[in-house]
């Protein structure tokens, strides 16, 4: 039972950084290679503000950051390139992501950190006849809260509204008024800062190194593709599928741990193309 709770946080967690990526592709339609790196630039930041303001600090000034980061991203690389060729912009994102590498690993160097959890949530609580870190326990908590804002956002607010619709025929959209260029930065905004959040929260689950955003962005797009590319349902379903798929191969079939997503993957494309709950729901 701890195992599979095991599986819950990593999906969680998987959820957290994947969602970002549904907003931008829902969106711009890009294929952001990039928000591996954003997501390591977030956690290496939250680390250095929390070297000295805390956790709750360094977290809400990586989110802060990589959202400001997120409306330059939108305004001088997605925009320009939103009529080129979508293979161009995938290479522009991909070389970003090596460049984040580079900036990372001369600002912090190349050693391994660490980050230890807030004081409030570093014990242990008694669960299944084990004990089971608070810490793991909050990650689920704010990947379900992250979902449920997300929800209510789309689906009852004016703004929400019109995401949706850009999503579907940006066009016409347009037509009726609606700003489409600033939905996409709020939106884009909004997606870099989930990056950021994840980074924080996977500070003190993974060690922080310039090549996990490298890493972890490869599971994301598996959970992207298996969700069906633009929906949150999906994208929420297929996190937590992964997760446990990853945390009990792992456990169980170590050796073949690491191809178990992609087997699965390949079988939901091959069974139903348009992922497990279709694009756009």
């Avoid at 995938?90 to 690993?105: A, H, K, Q």
């Avoid at 940006?170 to 600033?182: E, F, K, S, Y």
Wanted: charged residues 10%; aromatic residues 10%.
């Amino acid at each position: 039972m701890i195992q599979i709770i095991n599986g819950l946080v990593y999906g969680s967690f998987l959820y957290l950084l994947s969602v970002g990526l549904v907003l931008i592709f829902g969106l711009r339609r890009v294929t952001n290679f990039a928000h591996g790196g954003l997501f390591m630039l977030g956690a290496y930041i939250s680390y250095a503000v929390a070297a000295y303001l805390g956790f709750w600090t360094g977290m809400v000034v990586s989110v802060v950051a990589l959202a400001a980061l997120g409306v330059l991203l939108d305004r001088f690389v997605f925009r320009p390139l939103a009529h080129e060729d979508a293979i161009v912009t995938l290479l522009v994102t991909f070389g970003l992501l090596f460049v984040v590498e580079d900036l990372v690993r001369t600002i912090w160097g190349k050693d391994f950190l660490t980050v230890a959890p807030p004081q409030i949530l570093s014990g242990v609580v008694p669960m299944f006849g084990a004990t089971f870190p608070v810490y793991r326990l909050f990650v689920i908590a704010v990947a379900l809260a992250v979902a449920a804002g997300l929800a209510i956002w789309l689906r009852s607010s004016r703004v929400g509204l019109y995401v949706r619709a850009s999503s579907v025929d940006p066009v016409t959209t347009g037509m009726q008024g609606v700003d489409t260029d600033r939905l996409s930065a709020l939106v884009v905004a909004i997606g870099t800062g989930l990056a950021g959040l994840s980074g924080t929260i996977a500070g003190p689950l993974l060690a922080l190194s310039s090549s996990m955003g490298g890493y972890i962005i490869i599971d994301c797009f598996v959970v992207v593709v298996t969700g069906g590319l633009t929906s949150f349902t999906g994208v929420f379903i297929a996190a937590l599928l992964i997760g446990q798929v990853h945390n009990l191969g792992i456990v169980f079939v170590p050796e073949l741990a690491s191809m178990l997503p992609l087997a699965i993957m390949a079988l939901v494309l091959t069974l139903r193309p348009q992922g497990l709950a279709g694009a756009g729901k």
